[in-house]
């Protein structure tokens, strides 16, 4: 018999969870058997004893495709985080001559610079959130676009006013794909090798800091301050021409836990409502299933199966959906990252590595200035020894993580989690309070270049070896969702790295590099305790949290769909 009413077909059929089958896996259209749910084909939506969503078969598959196209994508995306990277600090060399041209105080400068690394911090939470909606590539074009104009109207500036203000543009723009970044390679890397992945792309946006001041003060002395920013709006306009033109996106929908909640709330809300129009897709394959065209509606497979009654010829008409903009929240993802004790203290060290690693770069080259009378070129050139160290760190920590993983896995059956990653991070967690508790005083005490030099270098090896794996582990530990787990780690990195900043002089002239970097060792010693931590505890507060969010939408299937009344829009 044929159902005419979307309201009915909701009240009449069951949803049940793929987790907990009671019955058999139904068959799947023969024509369509290795088809995923995405927007292109019609499908019979299965039963299935167990899902893994990150897994879920999908159409062009961004991780079968070839080694070649994804090293160039790694390599796409790596360059313009670097180009995001280098504006952080790149105006440095020329605060004198910004000072004295615009005219400006030291304290506006500085805020020009705590305002940058604010909002390149918070502005990925609204990012990820329209990645995860309308796609990565949409994402790039128009931050990238931002950059670039924010790039030259700062090269224009007659007055410090508007340069803080489209600083700040510039940091929303370059803040994209610093946060979407691992995304995308979480998109087509399998977790296996993911961790050596990151490790190389997380060396772009370390060379930016450390090759930043030496350009800087290259541009500044041939060609005065407004070179430096026509220099960065002619490499980032390059690296949008080239997203727009070569770039693939990797976003699958049926891989997002965001865009499917969404979806599912969009489609209970508008079977609701009269005004929506519908489409009608006839099922021809038998008893117990439903056939949809996936143009028109998109059913997450993981939480849910949607059942017609017994009937070979039924007819059914469901809502037509489209995500827009307007579906973009920020908010409920965030808060299912949040909730979850694991990723709140991850993240929390997280935030505090890269605050430790921003005021160590920003408070030697001050020591270099003053206390060895460097100009930025100078203080450029023995800084970049610990952007080499951060470079070695993150590439070679990548793949000690990733083997160290394997390993782990292997005696494990086969079987592994994510905190298995964090073993990695052991020797240097035990390493980084030392090394810094010898460098501040090595500041504080003795005036030998080499040794500065030296200790950077070991400073940042060590300290990108632990962020690194923290990093990979933020998004193997959050499924479905490492966008917006990304987001929540740019975010706790920009709150604290301003923080710091803002500090970090006060602080380094009242009571000297000693003192200073010994509160910096209590504070990465109370670090290493939280990982541990994370590393022994984290896999049962994951499940625990993995388990609620199951228990909540089976709550909301049974008291939704066992009533003939009334459907509400679910709100997961």
Request: proline residues 5%; hydrophobic residues 45%.
């Amino acid at each position: 018999m044929a159902i005419k009413q979307t309201n009915s077909i909701l009240q009449e059929t069951p949803i049940m969870s793929t987790r907990e089958p009671t019955r058999p896996p139904l068959v799947k259209s023969a024509t369509v058997a290795s088809d995923a749910l995405s927007t292109t084909s019609t499908v019979v939506v299965p039963v299935v004893p167990s899902f893994d969503i990150e897994h879920m078969p999908v159409e062009n598959d961004p991780r079968t495709w070839s080694s070649l196209r994804k090293n160039a994508i790694l390599f796409l995306i790596a360059f313009a985080a670097m180009v995001a990277a280098l504006a952080a600090n790149i105006q440095n060399p020329a605060v004198e001559q910004m000072e004295a041209d615009l005219p400006a105080t030291p304290a506006q400068f500085s805020l020009s610079i705590s305002m940058f690394i604010l909002v390149q911090g918070l502005m990925p939470v609204i990012w990820s959130s329209i990645s995860e909606v309308k796609g990565r590539k949409l994402v790039y074009i128009i931050s990238l676009a931002l950059f670039t104009l924010g790039s030259i109207i700062v090269a224009l500036s007659q007055h410090i006013g508007p340069i803080i203000g489209f600083r700040c543009l510039q940091a929303a723009g370059s803040s994209a794909v610093m946060a979407i970044g691992a995304a995308s390679l979480a998109d087509i890397f399998e977790p296996e090798e993911r961790g050596r992945k990151m490790g190389i792309y997380y060396v772009a946006p370390l060379l930016g800091p450390a090759l930043g001041p030496i350009f800087g003060g290259i541009l500044t002395t041939v060609w005065g301050w407004r070179s430096i920013f026509w220099f960065l709006a002619i490499l980032c306009g390059t690296c949008l021409i080239t997203f727009v033109f070569f770039f693939r996106d990797t976003f699958r929908s049926e891989r997002s836990l965001t865009y499917q909640n969404v979806l599912k709330q969009r489609l209970y809300a508008a079977a609701m409502n009269p005004n929506v129009p519908k489409v009608t897709s006839a099922s021809t394959v038998g008893k117990g299933c439903l056939q949809a065209n996936k143009s028109d509606i998109n059913i997450d497979i993981e939480k849910t199966i949607i059942k017609t009654e017994e009937n070979a010829q039924g007819v059914i008409e469901v809502p037509k959906i489209s995500l827009t903009l307007r579906d973009v929240n920020p908010f409920k993802p965030m808060y299912l990252v949040l909730r979850r004790p694991n990723n709140v203290l991850i993240l929390l060290t997280s935030g505090l590595l890269y605050a430790f690693g921003f005021q160590l770069a920003y408070a030697t080259s001050r020591r270099l200035g003053e206390s060895y009378g460097y100009n930025p070129l100078k203080i450029g050139l023995v800084t970049i020894s610990y952007g080499a160290g951060s470079v070695m760190g993150s590439v070679l920590g990548g793949r000690w993580s990733d083997r160290l993983l394997k390993r782990i896995r292997e005696a494990n059956n086969g079987k592994s989690y994510p905190e298995m990653r964090l073993k990695s991070t052991l020797p240097g967690l035990i390493m980084l309070p030392i090394l810094v508790l010898g460098f501040g005083w090595l500041c504080d005490k003795v005036q030998n270049v080499a040794a500065i030099s030296f200790f950077l270098f070991i400073g940042g090896f060590v300290y990108i070896w632990i962020y690194s794996s923290t990093l990979a582990y933020v998004v193997d530990a959050n499924v479905g969702r490492s966008s917006t787990a990304v987001a929540a780690n740019s975010g706790f990195r920009g709150i604290f790295a301003f923080i710091a900043t803002e500090i970090a002089v006060p602080l380094q002239d009242g009571v000297g590099d000693g003192w200073m970097y010994t509160i910096w060792t209590g504070i990465l010693l109370l670090n290493s305790v939280i990982v541990l931590l994370v590393w022994m505890k984290g896999t049962q507060w994951r499940e625990n949290a993995e388990a609620r969010e199951k228990r909540h939408a089976a709550r909301f299937e049974s008291a939704t769909f066992s009533s003939t009344r009334s459907i509400t829009p679910p709100n997961w």
